[in-house]
Nanobody
Framework: QVQLVESGGGLVQAGGSLRLSCAAS????????MGWYRQAPGKQRELVAR???????TYADSVKGRFTISRDNAKNTVALQMNSLKPEDTAVYYC????????????????WGQGTQVTVSS
């Protein structure tokens, strides 16, 4: 069974930092893309940052210069370093993986983590 497990959310004051981590488990050979999305109350889920294997990251305009995504292909993990946090960053953050190539053959299209709450107080 393939799944994503997230950690690192919490409560922080505006201007502070948090680091989110996500690990994919299962018999995975490689993953095409990993990223982070977020969903605030009453809003649609939106892309925060995404990184394809062997490519440069993509960021939402609202987080450019403040957030940094990184991944370890050997460990099938992805992290999101969030600095200079603002109250508008408050949301549930979801880890996402697309194109999981399994060691036994086959590809899993996309999977999501369970979500982790990030709350930024003013």
């Amino acid at each position: 069974q393939v799944q994503l497990v997230e950690s690192g959310g919490g409560l922080v004051q505006a201007g502070g930092s948090l680091r989110l981590s996500c690990a994919a488990s299962g018999s995975i050979f490689s993953i095409n893309a990993m990223g982070w999305y977020r969903q605030a109350p009453g809003k649609q889920r939106e892309l925060v940052a995404r990184i394809l294997s062997g490519s440069t990251p993509t960021y939402a305009d609202s987080v450019k210069g403040r957030f940094t995504i990184s991944r370890d292909n050997a460990k099938n993990t992805v992290a999101l370093q969030m600095n200079s946090l603002k109250p508008e960053d408050t949301a549930v953050y979801y880890c996402n993986a697309v194109g999981l190539h399994m060691t036994g053959g086959g590809v899993v299209g996309t999977i999501w983590g369970q979500g982790t709450q990030v709350t930024v107080s003013s």
